[in-house]
């Protein structure tokens, strides 16, 4: 049983910064890439940063320069650390991984937790 577990969400105000973190337990063999995903009120969910096991990294273009993807491979742990932070951000944050665990190789994700920015 594999399990993705995310904390850091809350409540910030503008400017503010939040580091996520999203932590991959179980039956593991491996990990092809971890990631973020948000979803807003009434929108679809997008991916907002991504890390391979190699360590190469893309992020949504409206969140390139405030937030920082890293990954820590022994611990299968993914961050996310975001900076200048805009009321537009606020949603539902996911943790998504793909993982090998045998027998299967599929996508993995993360209850979501809430980051909201305010005044």
């Known amino acids: 049983q594999v399990q993705l577990v995310e904390s850091g969400g809350g409540l910030v105000q503008p400017g503010g910064s939040l580091r996520l973190s999203c932590a991959a337990s179980?039956?593991?063999?491996?990990?092809?890439?971890m990631g973020w995903y948000r979803q807003a009120p009434g929108k679809e969910r997008e991916l907002v940063a991504r890390i391979t096991s190699g360590g190469n990294t893309n992020y949504a273009d409206s969140v390139k320069g405030r937030f920082t993807i890293s990954r820590d491979n022994a611990k299968n742990t993914v961050y996310l650390q975001m900076n200048s932070l805009k009321p537009e951000d606020t949603a539902v944050y996911y943790c998504?991984?793909?993982?090998?665990?045998?027998?299967?190789?599929?996508?993995?994700w993360g209850q979501g937790t809430q980051v909201t920015v305010s005044s």
């Open positions: 998504n991984a793909r993982i090998v665990a045998e027998p299967t190789v599929r996508d993995y």
């Open positions: 179980g039956s593991i063999f491996s990990i092809y890439y």
